[in-house]
């Protein structure tokens, strides 16, 4: 808690709990997916 009061601000990818390596994968797509709508790109293979 004393942490979360001294940060600007907190930010969560889920409310579930995920192990570090699994919440390095999600951020990077998160990234990447973000990086290609900037880019106009298509994304969805739908």
Do not use: G, M
């Amino acid at each position: 808690e004393e942490v979360k009061k001294r940060a600007d601000f907190t930010w969560s990818l889920s409310s579930l709990t995920f192990p570090h390596q699994l919440v390095r994968l999600i951020l990077a797509e998160q990234v990447y997916r973000a990086c290609t709508i900037i880019k106009n790109e298509k994304y969805h293979h739908a």
